[in-house]
């Protein structure tokens, strides 16, 4: 079975500067696409970020577009997101997931099959 651990997370100002990790206890089928969703508090999760692991295809919210970047070390088996111009609405939980979704990597929740604990990204005004 697949674990993934998120870390990076904290507070910082509007404006501020994150980069989340999330490392897999390894890269297999249910890795293939690999993404970061969010859910803030009384509102559903959302995706973020995707990146297919085997070519490096990225896809985005438009919500993050142009400001969070999505990347991957294979060889540590870590995926990660760079998270630049924050805003208090980007506070939430992220947590990373794996899917086992083939091609340009789906942003839809219900292909994710594996998920991290999460980790708490905090942005004041």
């Known amino acids: 079975q697949v674990q993934l651990v998120e870390s990076g997370g904290g507070a910082v100002e509007s404006g501020g500067s994150l980069t989340l990790s999330c490392v897999a206890s390894?890269?297999?089928?249910?890795?293939?696409?690999m993404a970061w969703f969010r859910q803030a508090t009384g509102k559903e999760r959302e995706a973020v970020a995707a990146i297919y692991v085997h070519d490096g295809q990225t896809n985005y919210d438009n919500t993050v577009r142009g400001r969070f970047t999505i990347s991957q070390d294979r060889a540590k088996t870590t995926v990660y997101l760079q998270m630049n111009s924050l805003e208090p609405e980007d506070t939430a939980m992220y947590y990373c997931?794996?899917?086992?979704?083939?091609?340009?990597?789906?942003?839809?929740?219900?292909?994710?099959?594996?998920w991290g604990q999460g980790t708490q990204v905090t942005v004041s005004s």
């Open positions: 997931a794996g899917s086992p979704w083939v091609g340009l990597p789906t942003l839809a929740l219900s292909k994710y099959i594996v």
């Open positions: 390894e890269f297999n089928y249910k890795t293939n696409s």
